[in-house]
């Protein structure tokens, strides 16, 4: 891997310090081309207007007239994080605006993903007369058909890439279908339904609904933000907005009672709440129910106003991300025994009839980042009497992954039975039979798209870091702020004389550094996994500052990430 330091505009450097930033942050976010501090103001006026989201008016029409009909409407819900979210959204929006409304999560392991139409047959024993399905449908041309054959109609809201053919729906919201001008094109699922609900809002009070007050939709950006972080969608401008309003409301302790209980079993305190604990804390959290049991455990989280039965929910909740940790071990464990039987370069694709399919996408993105190349893992399923492979996938920057999959489905029609995503990430089924034909059309056509100038391991830094701000409140000013994908959180690079290093947690390394007659506390996680030996005594790093807290005192300690 190389360290690279990123290019900046010394103009926009200089245009942020002269409006007050500190000089960390000045050079932080020049990197990152922000040019003016208004860009960092995150105001909800700043948001982009939803009447810009294609369908999105005809989506709030639709659900105003089945308010206004009593009707019955039906969420179905994807059984991530960003799912579990928008559902939580669209129930208590819905909810408050005078809507009937029930959700239903599709059972991973007997349905699989989406509005299939087996799942919409288990949907119309509960006589629904509207499904909205929310981070998911774009590609239910057969369930959208099925609920269509029954009579039941059909609002689908999505953010996943569209295929050839678009679901024959009553309406479909979606930036990313074909002629959507909505400027943002990374909304999370969880965006999407926050936007519809903006949208429906101003639909019905343009019909005169609210006889005393409207509903506050600005309550609902904590579940916003959660699901955006933890759906890592590119954080644009706009998508950094929701999720700044969303960890306001955090620290201003008036989060849903369900956040606040996960953040207390996890033992973090919602006045300091983060993006990195969106994404790193209360996301691992959620998706573990969806991952092992059931999301209808998550979105109950989510939803419920009551504290007793929001610890319950976080409880258990964290009982199965400690069990998934463990599956996630065993499964890298035997992963990491296939690498060293393969050649340098050969390998992309992974199996192994043990593997927990819940946990596939984790596994994939583990060795993604190990072999710097896309990444697809599988494990068994059933459909009906079909034995199948349901697989997940991670990319590397360079290669779209459902690009990827498209050019593998196109060159050898009928090798995988269905397939959707994003550029990073993607999921699949095959039949188990075709495994070994998928692999070797996988690895071809990812070793085409990949350019040469991608293959190389780069890590990007932002130069080195003064001394003088080695300190706890350019820490904690650091990471107040909003990072994740395509944002991301500094990352320094200085050279370090390696004083001392020991193990500890039997994988990381705790480390003394010195630098200019200064010492350093540092770590090193997941050391003995990553590296062959000790540090050397001299070395150049790419670190975090962070925030260090033990036995109730906080103190700075540098996080290296990557050495030379």
Known sequence: MKIIERPYSEAHRQALLTAGLHPVLARVYAARRIASAAELGYEPAGLLAPSGLKGAREAAALLADAIAARSRILIVADYDADGATACAVGVRALRAMGASVDYLVPDRFKLGYGLTPELVDLAAARRPDLLVTVDNGIASVEGVARAKALGIATLITDHHLPGAELPAADCIVNPNQPGCGFPSKALAGVGVMFYVMLELRAELRSRKQFADKEPNLGALTDLVALGTVADVVPLDANNRTLVAQGLKRLRAGRGKPGLHALLRIAGRAAQDVSAFDLGFVLGPRLNAAGRLADMGLGIECLVTDDEARAANCAQELDRLNRERRTIEAAMLEQALRFLAALPESGGSS??????????????????????????????????????????????????????????????????????????????LTIAEADYPAFARAFEQAADELLPAEARDRVIETDGSLAAAHHTLDVARLLEAQIWGQAFPQPVFCDTFAVESQRVVGERHLKLVLARDGRRYEAMRFGSLEKDAGPLPARLRAAYRLGVNEFNGLKSVQLSVEHYE
Not at 364 to 387: D, I, M, N, Y
């Open 350 to 427: 992974f199996f192994d009839p043990r593997w927990h399919q819940g946990v596939v996408g984790i596994l994939a993105s583990r060795l993604k980042e190990r072999l710097h190349r896309p990444v697809v893992c599988f494990a068994p399923a059933e459909e009906g009497t079909r034995r199948v492979l349901r697989g997940s996938g991670r990319s590397i920057p360079g290669l779209h992954l459902r690009d990827c999959l498209d050019l593998v489905a196109k060159r050898h029609p009928g090798l995988i039975a269905r397939f959707g995503g994003h550029a990073q990430a993607a999921g």
